[in-house]
């Protein structure tokens, strides 16, 4: 972890909601994909936990989508300075990929597995990419993903854009050696029951520090109690436990 | 440079800042990033007879200036803390550690009280009477004089160390209960715990946190903190440790103003890691603006 002060680059709307904001700052506490930054507003007491899209020299990606006041804040900054906290959480774990990985995302959820994606195809896997989303006007990145020559599949519940249904509905149809995902926790459930192979899900709640120091986003599973945060966020299949 | 060292129940500390229970862990987060061993000493999560989970979650919420939570007193039990984390704890801090003990029965008191008393890293007690987010325990002892009193006593009767009982403002008067536990042979008031509140989702229409309520802490408390501490203050004899919304070193002065003989940092750590060295590094700065030599001698100092 490490507290540093990153600049804005550029910030700029993929969809009516999700933004992409490009920061220069110290990355080296940045060293998996699947870690989070955390990150200080103007006006806000709590730092606002966002997920590493890329990270590329001095230069940080972070997409996000407008869920409050935080992030609707960000949206809207042009330029400036924020106080960030990087290299948070523990990030996926590439060794366990196999050949032919399959990266799922949901939504907001999406992000995170970019930089993962261009690590594994750095590494010479054929990756698949499914990529859910609720509509055609909410699809982001999906070039980007091709553009790492991953094998892109892109699925809308409502049928415009793609192949109607969820990301479960695409990956049922798929050979692949081990899955990585991150979406709303009912994807990963259903990711969870429709995969055939061991994986790696990642997962979100609400934090309070982001470090692991207050204990706010514990969770139980199979293997003990869990920080969100920091023994986090993501977690291997085996040892999830669902909530009731 | 003016004197920081304060003495709190008969221990020296070599400052008067101490980073508060429940936003500090065990000190290894924060030992990763800088020697934990500047603070004055810390006081470690909230530790109880049996392991505990806590709270479902949500358990957080956002506020201005300020957050609430409720956390639950989560923490692996007496047993495991001595055995896991009092090892790993003294590698990252060699000075006398505050350790912060919460239950559910008198007896849950004085068993965890008594263990810990036995151990060496151990300085002082400090026993919460003031925890917002647990039933059938933590804040009902500390909202009665009688039940705080016999809490007190039950502890103060199977340990040696200091015992400083942490009260909450979550009560109509601080003042009968610090009276009641110094009567009942404390050595040191410690306050004030979070303020019990809560936050609505708008979109969800239901409480943001998953146990509706919890304690509210931050900046936002500070003038509430003072108060409270410049009312016990002013009734007792024995020390008074002030916490609640510090954030600077310049607060750190407020709060010995008001009475406080050493001063707990806490929801400001979770926000910026560094704050409370941060503070330390600053506080002679503040001293020398505010013309201070001796941090002993502004202690209830504001009449």
Redesign the interface.
């Known amino acids: 972890m490490k507290q540093s002060i990153f600049e804005i680059v550029s910030n700029q709307a993929l969809t009516a909601n999700v933004y992409r904001m490009e920061l220069r700052g110290d990355t080296s506490a940045i060293t998996a994909p699947g870690q989070f930054v955390n990150i200080q507003l103007d006006g806000m007491y709590l730092r606002r936990p966002i997920s590493v899209c890329d990270v590329q020299g001095d230069i940080l990606t972070i997409v996000y989508k407008v869920v409050g006041k935080g992030t609707e804040a960000m949206s809207r900054m042009e330029s400036g300075k924020l106080d960030i906290l990087t290299g948070l959480g523990n990030g996926y774990d590439l060794t366990l990929a196999g050949e032919k990985p399959v990266l799922l995302g949901g939504g907001v959820g999406v992000p995170p597995m970019y930089l993962l994606a261009r690590k594994l195809r750095e590494q010479g896997k054929e990756v698949s990419v499914i990529l859910g989303f609720n509509t055609k006007d909410e699809i982001f990145y999906e070039q980007e993903f091709k553009a790492l020559g991953c094998a892109v599949t892109v699925t809308t519940v409502d049928g415009s854009y793609g192949l109607k249904g969820f990301v479960t509905d695409a990956l049922k149809t798929m050979d692949y050696t081990h899955f990585y995902t991150c979406g709303p926790e009912p994807m990963l459930k259903a990711v969870y029951r429709a995969s055939v192979t061991s994986g790696q899900m990642s997962f979100e709640e609400r934090m309070g520090c982001g470090f692991g120091a207050c204990m706010g986003c514990s969770c139980k599973t199979l293997t003990g109690y869990k920080r969100i945060c920091k023994d986090g966020p993501v977690m291997m299949k085996e040892e999830i436990l669902w909530a009731q | 440079m003016g004197a920081m060292n304060v003495n709190l129940c008969g221990i020296e500390l070599d400052n008067p800042i101490i980073p508060a229970s ?4 065990y000190g290894y ?2 030992a ?2 800088y020697d934990i061993n500047c603070l004055g000493s810390f006081s470690f ?1 909230g530790t109880t007879r049996d392991p505990r ?2 709270n ?12 609430i ?1 409720a ?1 639950g007193l ?1 923490n692996p039990g007496v047993e495991k803390v001595i055995s896991e984390e009092l090892p790993k704890l003294k590698k990252v801090f060699h000075k006398p550690v505050m350790a912060n003990v919460s239950g559910f029965s008198i007896e849950d008191y004085a068993y965890t009280c008594q263990k810990l008393d036995a151990q060496e890293q151990v300085g002082w007690l400090e026993v919460n009477v003031s925890c917002p987010n647990v039933h059938g325990g933590g804040m009902s002892f500390g909202t009665d004089p009688k039940a705080a009193a016999e809490v007190t006593k039950a502890v103060k009767a199977v340990t040696t160390k200091p015992v400083i009982v942490k009260l909450s403002p979550n009560v109509t008067d601080i003042v009968s209960i610090a009276k009641a536990c110094e009567d009942a042979g404390a050595d040191g008031i410690s306050l004030i715990n979070t303020l019990l509140g809560m936050r609505i989702d708008l979109n969800r229409r239901k409480p ?1 946190i998953a146990n509706k309520m919890g304690g509210f802490s ?2 936002a408390i500070f003038p509430v903190a003072v108060r409270m501490v410049y009312q016990v203050a002013n009734a007792v004899n024995i020390p008074v440790v002030g916490m609640g919304g510090v954030s600077s070193a310049e607060d750190v002065l407020e709060m010995m103003l008001a009475g406080a003989t050493a001063v707990e940092v806490g ?1 400001a ?6 704050i409370c060295r941060d503070m330390v590094e600053d506080l002679p700065r503040v001293m020398d603006k505010y013309r201070v030599n001796n941090l002993n001698e502004i202690i209830g100092g504001a009449k």
């Open positions: 429940g936003t500090f862990g987060e924060f990763e990033l999560k989970f806590g479902p979650t949500p358990r957080i919420a956002e506020c201005t200036a300020g957050m939570n956390v989560q943001v931050g900046s929801a750590n979770l926000v910026n890691p560094y």
